[in-house]
């Protein structure tokens, strides 16, 4: 092996001077766009596969409504949400992530967890996953990531030295790696499991007065998981079970139902709190910040053309409606951008113009022309701002509240390591039983069994800095010996 140091530059050249840290504005962001080398490297893994969604692409998807069952007035001056009752139509697309379009349902992986609701206001899109953290917190290492979970550039395999490899290096991800080795990696069906934004949001209200909030999606019926082995007999005999569970629910009436429920934090708590609450690797726990009841969400409509109704359905975090606005979380901040920018690649400049995408309101606007554009309603309005001939103004009335922004313009390192572990720790020793640590322990060992051993050993390290336990149990089923692991933890 070459173990020379060669630099990293940009696509164009320059030396990269940090890969792992976005530039913000102070320690916690917001990211700023000045960070072209974040911008390029975002843009051009949108651009890496043709015509498929580069991740989330293998989905099954639905219509159904969202009923609000408790005032939120007070929170958000959005108006889907301004009164008990309310309904909005809404479209919903379930995933997996890292496999393509024709792997099977039972792969072990998060699931996306995407919503577009068609409220009188725009769309607003929910895009979150069946897991509440993630596997990093700064968007410039999503590439990476994604493309370990991929397959080989070379051997068009999957590899588990490149699974394991990245994630062995940025223990960041040892929280989501804990969930996701558990069996909510290989969830029942669709129906059986819960949605979380991850993200922290701002609800803010028509005082300009804002909190942070966090959404779960809680099914109604009844989380459900595969061991591995039922997993592994799903994905040779029916690898489209979740597919044709939902569909299949819906066409006899049982109608899928999630109770959505958010967290709160105000301004004054988030600057205290004991970690970052924007950092999305973490929980809120429910003891400091119990859920409190929303609405819910039915599903009773199954598509009639998956293509144009699933398919080409694109949601996003950056679509945003009056009440509800970004949070500096530096992984959401990358979203933003990025979302929208894949969209525009795969379906087109115009994406937001097909039926699914497509807003139940008026759309006025300069954009014109595009490749397939499919509206030419402005009636010979001009294609520019200002102008005098009567076309749209902006309303100050949507704005969002101001943040205060502090600090240097620079990458910033995550100052505090070892919170990175006290999450999954409580994970592991109070949250899962002694079955669920069983399978885990199984899982891991599975998988983690066909990479290399130095490999083995720095993952290892990680789950024994969780928890002791944790770390001996799966070298254990490794056949390595622990005290090796101890000298690693000592070096």
């Excluded at 139509?89 to 919503?115: I, N």
């Excluded at 699933?310 to 992984?331: T, Y």
């Excluded at 205060?404 to 020793?429: C, I, M, W």
């Amino acid at each position: 092996m070459n173990t020379k140091k060669k630099k990293l530059t940009t696509s164009f050249g320059a030396p990269v001077d940090d890969d792992q840290n976005s530039i913000t504005a102070g320690t916690t962001g917001p990211v700023l766009l000045q960070d072209v080398h974040l911008i390029d490297k975002l843009a051009h893994f949108n651009r890496e596969r043709i015509p498929e969604r580069i991740v989330h692409a293998k989905g099954a998807g639905a219509f159904g409504y969202f009923e609000v069952t408790h005032d939120l007035i007070k929170y958000t001056k959005a108006k889907f949400l301004s009164e008990v009752g309310k309904r909005t139509e809404l479209v919903v697309r379930f995933s997996t992530v890292g496999g393509e379009k024709g792997s099977a349902d039972a792969e072990r992986d998060p699931r996306g967890f995407a919503v577009k609701l068609y409220t009188e206001e725009g769309n607003y899109d929910f895009v979150g996953n069946n897991t509440p953290v993630f596997f990093i917190r700064d968007p410039l290492k999503f590439p990476d990531f994604i493309h370990t979970q991929k397959r080989d550039p070379a051997t068009n395999l999957k590899d588990p030295d490149m699974f394991w490899d990245f994630l062995s290096l940025t223990p960041e991800s040892i929280h989501q790696v804990t969930i996701l080795f558990s069996d909510r990696g290989t969830p029942k069906s669709h129906r059986h499991m819960n949605g979380y934004s991850g993200h922290s949001f701002m609800w803010y209200n028509e005082k300009e007065e804002y909190v942070w909030v966090k959404i779960h999606f809680k099914t109604a019926q009844g989380i459900q998981n595969l061991t591995r082995q039922e997993a592994e007999i799903l994905k040779g005999r029916d690898p489209d079970h979740a597919t044709r569970d939902l569909y299949e629910a819906i066409e006899r009436g049982d109608y899928p139902t999630w109770n959505v429920f958010i967290q709160i934090m105000t301004p004054e708590e988030a600057e205290t709190y004991r970690f970052n609450p924007f950092d999305i690797t973490k929980v809120w726990p429910h003891g400091d910040y119990p859920l409190k009841p929303v609405g819910k969400m039915v599903l009773n409509r199954n598509p009639t053309n998956y293509f144009t109704d699933v398919e080409q359905a694109a949601f996003s975090p950056g679509n945003l409606v009056p009440g509800i606005a970004p949070s500096p979380d530096k992984m959401l901040q990358g979203r933003l951008f990025s979302y929208h920018d894949a969209h525009r690649y795969r379906l087109g400049a115009n994406f937001q113009q097909l039926p699914v995408n497509a807003p139940k309101v008026k759309v006025l606007n300069y954009q014109r022309d595009g490749f397939m554009r499919l509206k030419s309603d402005f009636e010979g309005a001009p294609n520019y701002y200002p102008n005098t001939f009567g076309g749209p103004a902006p309303d100050s009335t949507a704005k969002w509240p101001s943040l205060k922004v502090s600090g240097k313009g620079a990458r910033y390192a995550y100052t505090h390591p070892n919170d990175d572990f006290e999450q999954p720790r409580t994970l592991y020793r109070k949250v899962m039983t002694d079955v669920d640590r069983d399978h885990l322990i199984g899982n891991i060992v599975d998988h983690l069994g066909h990479a290399k051993k130095e490999i083995q050993l720095r993952q290892i390290v990680l789950f024994y800095k969780v928890d002791p336990e944790y770390g001996t149990r799966v070298a254990d089923g490794l056949g390595m010996d622990i005290e090796e692991i101890k000298r690693s933890l000592n070096q």
